[in-house]
């Protein structure tokens, strides 16, 4: 098996290739390119957007606005410090979590 696969490649060095190794070389690297740039557009791209929209609405709290948390908690904020919110989630029930698993701000 692997006698046969040697035997179909090229010389060593390139020999039977002659000047066409860098053409051979570039077009190898074009599907590479490709795939690289459609991971950009399908993958990384429309994670930064959502995680830019995120970091927005972290900044825009208040006091006052109704959130949801990322476990589905539901709750008014009574407070915002730098890294820590206080949700009442019912009446006198205040719970105490980390900004950044706030997922929405609910609209009334």
Do not use: C, W
Not at 45 to 52: G, I, L, T
């Amino acid at each position: 098996m692997f006698g046969l696969a040697f035997a179909m490649g090229s010389a060593p060095g390139g020999a039977a290739g002659g000047a066409g190794g860098g053409m051979a070389a570039f077009q190898q690297i074009i599907p590479l390119v490709f795939m690289f740039a459609i991971f950009y557009f399908l993958l990384i791209r429309p994670q930064q957007k959502k995680a830019k929209e995120h970091k927005a609405l972290l900044e825009s709290m208040k006091k006052g606005d109704n959130v949801i948390t990322a476990g589905g908690v539901h709750g008014k904020i009574t407070a915002v410090e730098n890294e820590i919110v206080t949700l009442e989630v019912a009446n006198n029930v205040n719970i105490k979590i980390t900004k950044s698993y706030i997922a929405a701000i609910k609209k009334d």
